[in-house]
């Protein structure tokens, strides 16, 4: 029966894709090397181990939306969910390497996104749980099917500079916000009634109005 390990050796951005995509990819081992593994459907669990890395205190205060005041980090910074991801695995004796493909967001809704935003450089520790299934020749020559135990694992530091990278080439210069529809119709209206041109201008001139009101509120 085959007994699988898995190892993260390396990460890239996909350059030309629908929309930002990652790319781990992995080495599978069979411990029992002289095996004839037709193929494998397997499923990945992606993990951020946030606890696992330091912060930098501009990177803290981009964190405050996710995990609160630092103060407090010892009980709100935890590790959390990131994605799911699946691959198949083409026949192979031995070991073999396939491509793990991880969609990714810029919408800052999502939590995964404000992490990765809010980190200047470094590493982000990851681990990575599998399952999945495994169709295997047995000794007689029969097609013998097994599950991927629900210990195999494996961690990998990932630069966070691959991710601004990405996000960079897919989204220059921009970011992603998304609303709710009450909100979006407010400004929609405030912008037509103020003959303002661009999103980015209706946004430049609330924020200046905001400003103004504090240094009236303040002299």
């Known amino acids: 029966m085959p007994n699988l390990s898995f190892q993260v050796e390396s990460a890239q951005a996909v350059t030309f894709a629908a929309a930002p995509l990652l790319e781990f990819k992995l080495r599978v081992i069979n411990a029992v090397p002289e095996e004839s593994i037709y193929t494998a459907a397997l499923r990945c669990q992606i993990q951020i181990e946030a606890t696992k890395r330091r912060y930098s205190s501009p990177e803290q205060e981009r964190l405050l939306d996710l995990f609160g005041e630092p103060e407090r980090w010892s009980q709100t910074l ?12 083409s026949p192979f004796t031995g070991s073999t390497s396939v491509n793990l493909p991880v969609p990714c967001t810029y919408d800052f809704n999502v939590a995964a996104a404000k992490y990765f935003y809010a980190l200047e450089e470094g590493e982000v520790p990851l681990t990575l749980l599998f399952s999945g299934t495994v169709f295997y020749e047995a000794e007689d020559g029969a097609l013998q099917v097994a599950q991927i135990p629900w210990d195999r694992e ?17 989204y220059p210069n921009s ?45």
């Open 175 to 219: 970011a992603w916000l998304a609303v709710h529809k009450d909100v979006f119709d407010r400004l929609y209206h405030y912008k037509l009634q103020h003959g303002i041109p661009t999103w980015e201008q209706t946004l430049e001139s609330l924020l200046a109005a905001k400003e103004n009101k504090d240094m009236e509120d303040k002299a």
């Open 154 to 170: 494996a961690t990998y530091r990932f630069p966070v500079a691959i991710w601004k990278k990405m996000m960079d080439h897919y």
């Open 78 to 89: 935890r590790s959390q969910l990131w994605t799911f991801s699946s691959a198949v695995i």
